[in-house]
């Protein structure tokens, strides 16, 4: 029989590989898509079930099996969060949506660290408000340069702690904005509207949040032109005789049945860690050393803050989407000692659980008293911090260890930076200045050392001009196997302080179109 050929093979099913799939089939091409993890189906969620009147534990979200999957970690400590399901960790994200600014793209040429992008911020900008439209995104304009605006949708509304912080922001000169997230603050965009339940990060039961299992792939699948091989891990790209992949070897996780998709083009979506794992496994051209190379993320910290005007208030219910609202980046006073910047999300932990107990001393009625005084009070800071992307923080594959597939596992190096370091100083000063100036109660913040990377890691497959440092051009095509394409996180150079995944979408539509555009002209 005849092996078929698909034109563009597709691994990996999250945020970048969904959008890029549905992408092209709607473009008229025939595409094989290979997600390592099964489909769930949100609606069976029960997130609103009381923890103890559920029949069996819920794991914490719908797409963590992937954290049952061995990886070895050296260097400073930080979390690396793979999702095993159709759709990524678009399943289980909290969907906060920003634009990267022109600065962003410059960092050598504007802050002489790192090195820039070869792509500006005007050639991603008509990409970035496909973006926004395809994945709804809710926030408002304010015309700030490190942050520009986009398409949005009505946004989210601040609750009674955020206008207090707000205010206290505004004594500190910084700027509170509506938060910029991809969900639905309203019916009438093709999902349900959020109830505002702040399980997003769980998973979204009715799909209010962006997830491309739900809003992506349905309408792509019935083009006829997308064809979903799930639950089947790619072990291996295998070369053909002209140098060029020629076809990726899969094993299913249940069956442990092995096949062969072949394709004329391979588009890498895995996630931040497993692409380079691929590459690295396969042995494809690696001639500088750099696949897997400049791994980074954010740097992040959280303050909890207990605010006095509001202790003792009635209970109320506090729930929402999360977050409501950003403090965007700001530039304050010349004691600064470092490169980069850090936003702060609020409120996304959730209001259910009484954070304070852990910190109050004592026990019995007077305990309980002040558990439940405090309550109404409960506020946080998320602190998102730029983290310098440096040569020697990098993903490996292990020698010897593998996985339940065979497959060798992946190995995380990575050391925070002096940049880093400072960065995270100022950034829990600032937190407890602002509560400071909004008056607590009781104020928690763990300041022993900097976390990382809030599942936001980038970089070890990086975009650039010259192959000594990069791994793929500006058009996200890999330098020494031209057929291959990565789109997933790994393609950034750097990274500001903001959330990546809204650059991911703008980068997957970006490599459709580049994709289609070729293939037309027979560059591929
Ligand atoms: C709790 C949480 C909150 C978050 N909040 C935000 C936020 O507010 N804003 C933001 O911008 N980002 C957020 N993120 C990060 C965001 O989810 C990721 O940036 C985004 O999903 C990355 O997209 P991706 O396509 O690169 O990877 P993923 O979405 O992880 O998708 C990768 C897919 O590839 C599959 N895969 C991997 N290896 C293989 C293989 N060898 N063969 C077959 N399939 C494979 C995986 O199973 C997975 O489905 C959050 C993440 C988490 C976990
Ligand atoms: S808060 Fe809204 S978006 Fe989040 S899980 Fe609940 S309904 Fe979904």
Redesign the pocket.
């Known amino acids: 029989m005849v092996q078929r050929v698909y034109d563009v093979c597709v691994?990996?099913?999250?945020?970048?590989?969904g959008v890029l799939a549905g992408a092209l089939a709607q473009a008229g091409v025939e595409v094989a898509l290979?997600?390592?993890?099964p489909y769930r189906d949100p609606a069976r969620l029960a997130n609103h079930a009381w923890p103890y009147s559920r029949a069996a534990p819920q794991t914490p979200s719908v797409g963590v099996d992937?954290q049952l999957e061995p990886i070895e970690m050296h260097g400073d400590p930080i979390g690396i969060?793979?999702?095993?399901?159709l759709g990524?960790?678009?399943t289980?994200?909290?969907?906060?949506?920003l634009r990267f600014a022109e600065a962003d793209f410059r960092e050598r040429s504007w802050n002489g660290i790192e090195d820039d992008w070869p792509i500006s911020y005007g050639e991603l900008e008509p990409y970035y408000d496909r973006a926004e439209r395809l994945m709804v995104v809710c926030g408002t304009r304010e015309n700030l340069e490190a942050l520009p605006d986009g398409q949005f949708i009505p946004p989210l509304k601040p609750r009674c702690s955020e206008r207090i912080l707000g205010r206290a922001c505004q004594k500190l000169g910084l700027r509170m904005i509506p938060v910029r997230k991809a969900l639905a603050t309203e019916a009438g965009h093709g999902r349900a509207a959020c109830h505002y339940c702040g399980h997003c990060?769980q998973g979204c039961e009715v799909s209010a949040i962006f997830n491309t299992a739900e809003h992506v792939l349905p309408a792509a699948r019935k083009t006829g032109r997308l064809r979903l091989f799930s639950n089947?891990?790619?072990r291996q790209l295998l070369l053909g005789k002209d140098g060029r992949v020629r076809s990726a070897s899969l094993i299913h996780r249940q069956t442990r049945r092995e096949e062969e998709v072949r394709a004329r083009v391979f588009v890498l979506?895995?996630?931040?860690v497993?692409s380079p794992r691929?590459w690295l496994n396969s042995r494809l051209a690696n001639s500088h050393d750099a696949v897997g190379r400049y791994l980074h993320g954010h740097v992040t910290h959280r303050t909890m803050g207990w605010l006095s005007e509001l202790l003792s208030s009635p209970p109320a219910n506090q729930d929402g989407a999360t977050d409501h609202v950003y403090i965007p980046r700001f530039r304050r006073g010349p004691h600064r000692d470092y490169a980069g910047g850090f936003g702060y999300q609020l409120n996304f932990l959730s209001y259910a659980v009484p954070h304070q107990a852990k910190h109050l001393p004592g026990y019995g009625a007077a305990f309980k008293r002040r558990v439940r005084e405090l309550q109404p009070g409960f506020s946080m800071l998320g602190g998102f911090g730029k983290v310098v992307a440096h040569r020697d923080n990098r993903v490996t594959v292990h020698p010897r260890r593998r996985d339940a597939y065979g497959i060798p596992i992946p190995v995380v190096h990575f050391r925070w930076q002096a940049n880093d370091l400072s960065l995270f100083r100022d950034m829990v000063a600032t937190g407890r200045e602002i509560y400071e100036a909004a008056g607590v109660q009781l104020l928690v913040s763990d300041d022993a050392r900097p976390a990382g990377f809030a599942?936001?890691e980038v970089g070890a497959m990086r975009m650039g001009v010259d192959p000594q440092n990069s791994v793929v051009n500006r058009f996200c095509q890999a330098h020494e196997v031209k057929n291959v394409f990565v789109t997933?996180?790994s393609c950034f150079t750097t990274m500001p302080e903001k959330?990546?995944?809204?650059t991911?979408v703008a980068l997957a539509l970006r490599t459709a179109d580049t994709i289609v555009a070729l293939s037309r002209r027979g560059e591929l």
């Open positions: 691994i990996g099913a999250g945020a970048s590989g290979v997600e390592g993890g992937a969060l793979r999702a095993r399901v990524g960790r678009t289980h994200w909290n969907a906060v949506s990060m089947s891990m790619a979506c895995c996630g931040n497993e691929l599942s936001h997933d996180g959330n990546p995944t809204l991911i």
